[in-house]
């Protein structure tokens, strides 16, 4: 058992409740003070749904409405936050009935998505809020039987006392339980009494999805609103002139407005909006450097031989031990700009009014959204209010604000409540991307292939630090030197699916399979030589678990048979990264010549998994994104325009391009650690590990479709 011991009264839960309705438990996600009494019944509790409060609510019929407070963008988070709730308190899953809930920083002190960090902040947290609610119902079931609280039993909604007979549902003891203190401490299920967590649960939205019902943010309307799409300025450039006399022409459009270097087109429907934003004549000019994909290679070279870099590690006597060594192993990896690509484009209403403004739509920072609306208006953050609607996708994309800073500029221009939309070629043209980054990584060996010298050197476009210092082979090698260099690029950057790493996991793991290579030794055996040096003789600082890390390594080793088939080539790569650690091992077999990709198998420690069925999508998801991203996707500019405007040349994966993908779990005993981003990073590094066992051509930048060493390959997608 786990016992919770005193921390603050303000981080349990707040009860409250009325002799004619429901409980309402509130949970304050800061802190709280005392238990304090409203009366709500479930309608009503239902009914502030607007005003975030991220509590649990229990009705007089025995159901259960839990409040998800994080944005829900397909990391399952709005099915395993309640799941979580509802196993401390001992719920009936089948009578749990799960809400999004609002922007409320009073209440709440994470309300975002990203970083794969919002599990492993609330799972504490979030078991707290349920157990705590029990708490209370048994006490009242035992003050109302007159009977000891330690005599009750709890299961799937039911209070039962043995001895007596006695037995009830949560909802016939809420009146009692309004008026039970809160407790200062509250003792947790041990693991192992897990009856809801660790089960596979399907997704709360499961049926809305397909049956259509308007969960996103395309899907919001409201009567009277105005529909407003954007043109926007190259990077690097400003208005100079706009002629807007034919796009105001156009039938259907009320307004046109000009803000910073945009230009919106406002009407009653976006039919109209398109063909009018087709007619604006805006003429641009330049404000700063206006960049194209040219420039970017030139930088690159440049910054790469003489950039002023900042050193962001240094163990040893790194150049004597290149000075000395009898092999040094050189290599330089390069990824492009990348759009996030979220199947919904950005949207987002907003109605100005006065000093009050309200926020509706996919957000995955509705904090920053509100932020950003009050210092364009100048009012009081507390006088905007955010609602959060289900997001088509993210990736990052949706941390940033802007699309929710032009529906207030135009709200606030127009004098009315107004829905921004952007289509595909607005995301692709108008977004922020993944930064552009090249790599150079050296190795020093030895005589016996031991690698005794290590050097990365990052530089990256608007990436600010575009290493992780502390990271895997860090700590493993006694002399390393690591260094970053940031170019200030015209062209906007955001956090993209797993930042930084995404692509860092690819060079670093296809580099030491170079490594391993020139030491005559076996990729997985290297990296495990590394891996135990670490734990035996660390040097400096690690960022990383090394026995989570060889767990996943030796764990995926057997799952794939390694080295066992000699038909088969295969490719390793293994990396942490949002506190968990994913091993992946690509299989390629030469079908009458035919390089053929027909497996991935990965394996994962993220802790104790929370829903297996959510967890297994999202590292098959993970993958099938780093698998397409590093193959095929490519983002260039002209004169500081992206040249890719659709999908028609902005090239995703395809469903029959997918392998087999075979999931497994390594639980290591730690609570849940990250798991929306960590199996993306060494998806690249195992396919392109298992392209050079099976080709011997080595492939050092992305994506790989349009490198030379790749052009003959020829490779085939089959599943096994």
Same mark, same amino acid.
């Given at each position: 058992?786990?016992?919770?011991?005193?921390?603050?009264?303000?981080?349990?839960?707040?009860?409250?409740?009325?002799?004619?309705?429901?409980?309402?438990?509130?949970?304050?996600?800061?802190?709280?003070?005392?238990?304090?009494?409203?009366?709500?019944?479930?309608?009503?509790?239902?009914?502030?749904?607007?005003?975030?409060?991220?509590?649990?609510?229990?009705?007089?019929?025995?159901?259960?409405?839990?409040?998800?407070?994080?944005?829900?963008?397909?990391?399952?988070?709005?099915?395993?936050?309640?799941?979580?709730?509802?196993?401390?308190?001992?719920?009936?899953?089948?009578?749990?009935?799960?809400?999004? #809930?609002?922007?409320?920083?009073?209440?709440?002190?994470?309300?975002?998505?990203?970083?794969?960090? #919002?599990?492993?902040?609330?799972?504490?947290?979030?078991?707290? $809020?349920?157990?705590?609610?029990?708490?209370?119902?048994?006490?009242?079931?035992?003050?109302?039987?007159?009977?000891?609280?330690?005599?009750?039993?709890?299961?799937?909604?039911?209070?039962?006392?043995?001895?007596?007979?006695?037995?009830?549902?949560?909802?016939?003891?809420?009146?009692?339980?309004?008026?039970?203190?809160?407790?200062?401490?509250?003792?947790?299920?041990?693991?192992?009494? =897990?009856?809801?967590?660790?089960?596979?649960?399907?997704?709360?939205?499961?049926?809305?999805?397909?049956?259509?019902?308007?969960?996103?943010?395309?899907?919001?309307?409201?009567?009277?609103?105005?529909?407003?799409?954007?043109?926007?300025?190259?990077?690097?450039?400003?208005?100079?002139?706009?002629?807007?006399?034919?796009?105001?022409?156009?039938?259907?459009?009320?307004?046109?407005?000009?803000?910073?270097?945009?230009?919106?087109?406002?009407?009653?429907?976006?039919?109209?909006?398109?063909? #009018?934003?087709?007619?604006?004549?805006?003429?641009?000019?330049?404000?700063?450097?206006?960049?194209?994909?040219?420039?970017?290679?030139?930088?690159?070279?440049?910054?790469? $031989?003489?950039?002023?870099?900042?050193?962001?590690?240094?163990?040893?006597?790194?150049?004597?031990?290149?000075?000395?060594?009898?092999?040094?192993?050189?290599?330089?990896?390069?990824?492009?700009?990348?759009?996030?690509?979220?199947?919904?484009?950005?949207?987002?209403?907003?109605?100005?009014?006065?000093?009050?403004?309200?926020?509706?739509?996919?957000?995955?920072?509705?904090?920053?959204?509100?932020?950003?609306?009050?210092?364009?208006?100048?009012?009081?953050?507390?006088? %905007?209010?955010?609602?959060?609607?289900?997001?088509?996708?993210?990736?990052?994309?949706?941390?940033?604000?802007?699309?929710?800073?032009?529906?207030?500029?135009?709200?606030?221009?127009?004098?009315a409540p107004v829905k921004v939309?952007?289509?595909r070629e607005d995301e692709l043209?108008?977004?922020?991307?993944?930064?552009?980054?090249?790599?150079?990584?050296?190795?020093?060996?030895?005589?016996?292939?031991?690698?005794?010298?290590?050097?990365?050197?990052?530089?990256?476009?608007?990436?600010?630090?575009?290493?992780?210092?502390?990271?895997?082979?860090?700590?493993?090698?006694?002399?390393?030197?690591?260094?970053?260099?940031?170019?200030?690029?015209?062209?906007?950057?955001?956090?993209?699916?797993?930042? %930084?790493?995404?692509?860092?996991?690819?060079?670093?793991?296809?580099?030491?399979?170079?490594?391993?290579?020139?030491?005559?030794?076996?990729?997985?055996?290297?990296?495990?030589?590394?891996?135990?040096?670490?734990?035996?003789?660390?040097?400096?600082?690690?960022?990383?678990?090394?026995?989570?890390?060889?767990?996943?390594?030796?764990?995926?080793?057997?799952?794939?048979?390694?080295?066992?088939?000699?038909?088969?080539?295969?490719?390793?790569?293994?990396?942490?990264?949002?506190?968990?650690?994913?091993?992946?091992?690509?299989?390629?077999?030469?079908?009458?010549?035919?390089?053929?990709?027909?497996?991935?198998?990965?394996?994962?420690?993220?802790?104790?998994?929370?829903?297996?069925?959510?967890?297994?999508?999202?590292?098959?998801?993970?993958?099938?994104?780093?698998?397409?991203?590093?193959?095929?996707?490519?983002?260039?500019?002209?004169?500081?325009?992206?040249?890719?405007?659709?999908?028609?040349?902005?090239?995703?994966?395809?469903?029959?391009?997918?392998?087999?993908?075979?999931?497994? =779990?390594?639980?290591?005993?730690?609570?849940?650690?990250?798991?929306?981003?960590p199996a993306l990073p060494p998806?690249?590094?195992?396919? #392109?590990?298992?392209? =050079?066992?099976?080709?011997?051509?080595?492939?050092?930048?992305?994506?790989?479709?349009?490198?030379?060493?790749?052009?003959? %390959?020829?490779?085939?997608?089959?599943?096994?």
């Amino acid at each position: 058992m786990k016992t919770i011991s005193r921390a603050s009264r303000r981080d349990f839960l707040k009860i409250a409740g009325t002799t004619a309705g429901g409980l309402f438990i509130g949970f304050n996600w800061f802190s709280c003070d005392s238990p304090k009494v409203e009366v709500l019944s479930t309608e009503e509790i239902l009914a502030q749904a607007k005003s975030f409060n991220s509590y649990l609510s229990i009705s007089p019929t025995g159901d259960v409405v839990i409040y998800s407070p994080n944005p829900e963008l397909g990391q399952n988070i709005k099915t395993s936050f309640p799941m979580v709730v509802a196993e401390e308190l001992d719920a009936d899953w089948e009578k749990v009935r799960v809400v999004q #809930a609002n922007l409320d920083t009073e209440k709440y002190d994470r309300q975002l998505t990203g970083g794969s960090g #919002a599990m492993p902040h609330s799972w504490e947290r979030l078991r707290k $809020a349920g157990a705590t609610a029990k708490y209370v119902l048994v006490a009242a079931a035992a003050k109302t039987w007159n009977v000891p609280a330690e005599e009750i039993t709890v299961e799937k909604g039911i209070i039962s006392h043995k001895g007596s007979g006695k037995s009830g549902h949560f909802g016939e003891f809420v009146t009692e339980a309004a008026g039970i203190q809160a407790p200062e401490e509250v003792v947790l299920k041990d693991k192992k009494d =897990f009856k809801i967590i660790g089960t596979p649960v399907k997704n709360v939205d499961a049926k809305e999805m397909y049956t259509g019902k308007p969960l996103f943010g395309l899907d919001f309307y409201r009567e009277g609103m105005k529909q407003a799409m954007v043109q926007r300025a190259p990077f690097g450039m400003k208005i100079k002139s706009v002629d807007d006399a034919a796009a105001r022409a156009v039938s259907g459009i009320t307004d046109v407005v000009t803000f910073g270097t945009s230009v919106a087109v406002v009407g009653e429907s976006t039919w109209p909006l398109m063909k #009018a934003k087709k007619l604006l004549k805006v003429e641009y000019e330049p404000d700063g450097t206006v960049e194209s994909s040219a420039d970017h290679d030139r930088i690159f070279a440049d910054l790469m $031989a003489s950039g002023k870099a900042e050193v962001r590690r240094k163990d040893g006597n790194v150049d004597a031990a290149f000075k000395g060594a009898a092999k040094v192993v050189t290599a330089e990896y390069q990824c492009p700009f990348l759009a996030h690509s979220p199947m919904e484009p950005e949207n987002f209403f907003a109605h100005v009014q006065g000093d009050k403004c309200e926020l509706i739509g996919p957000t995955q920072t509705p904090d920053r959204a509100r932020q950003a609306a009050a210092t364009i208006l100048g009012i009081p953050k507390e006088n %905007i209010t955010v609602e959060i609607t289900r997001l088509g996708g993210g990736f990052g994309r949706r941390l940033r604000a802007d699309y929710a800073e032009e529906a207030v500029h135009i709200s606030k221009a127009i004098n009315a409540p107004v829905k921004v939309t952007w289509n595909r070629e607005d995301e692709l043209t108008g977004g922020a991307y993944r930064p552009a980054v090249r790599y150079r990584f050296e190795a020093a060996l030895d005589t016996n292939g031991q690698m005794i010298g290590y050097k990365l050197k990052g530089v990256g476009m608007n990436a600010g630090n575009s290493t992780r210092e502390n990271n895997f082979p860090s700590g493993a090698v006694d002399n390393v030197l690591i260094e970053s260099v940031n170019y200030e690029s015209s062209i906007t950057t955001n956090a993209w699916r797993a930042p %930084i790493t995404n692509f860092l996991a690819y060079a670093e793991q296809s580099f030491l399979d170079e490594v391993a290579l020139e030491a005559g030794k076996d990729p997985v055996e290297f990296r495990l030589e590394l891996l135990n040096r670490a734990k035996s003789n660390p040097v400096g600082e690690l960022g990383y678990d090394v026995d989570r890390m060889i767990g996943v390594v030796k764990m995926a080793a057997e799952k794939s048979n390694w080295g066992k088939d000699s038909n088969v080539k295969q490719g390793f790569s293994v990396y942490f990264s949002h506190r968990s650690y994913v091993a992946q091992v690509a299989d390629i077999e030469l079908q009458s010549g035919t390089p053929v990709l027909k497996k991935i198998t990965a394996v994962t420690d993220c802790g104790m998994v929370v829903n297996p069925t959510g967890a297994n999508h999202q590292v098959r998801g993970g993958i099938v994104d780093g698998m397409g991203h590093a193959m095929y996707t490519n983002l260039t500019f002209e004169n500081g325009v992206p040249k890719q405007r659709n999908f028609d040349s902005y090239r995703l994966i395809r469903l029959k391009e997918v392998p087999e993908i075979e999931t497994h =779990f390594l639980d290591s005993g730690y609570d849940p650690t990250g798991l929306g981003e960590p199996a993306l990073p060494p998806t690249g590094g195992a396919i #392109a590990n298992a392209i =050079f066992s099976a080709t011997g051509r080595r492939l050092r930048s992305q994506p790989f479709i349009e490198q030379k060493e790749f052009s003959d %390959i020829k490779l085939e997608i089959r599943r096994a």
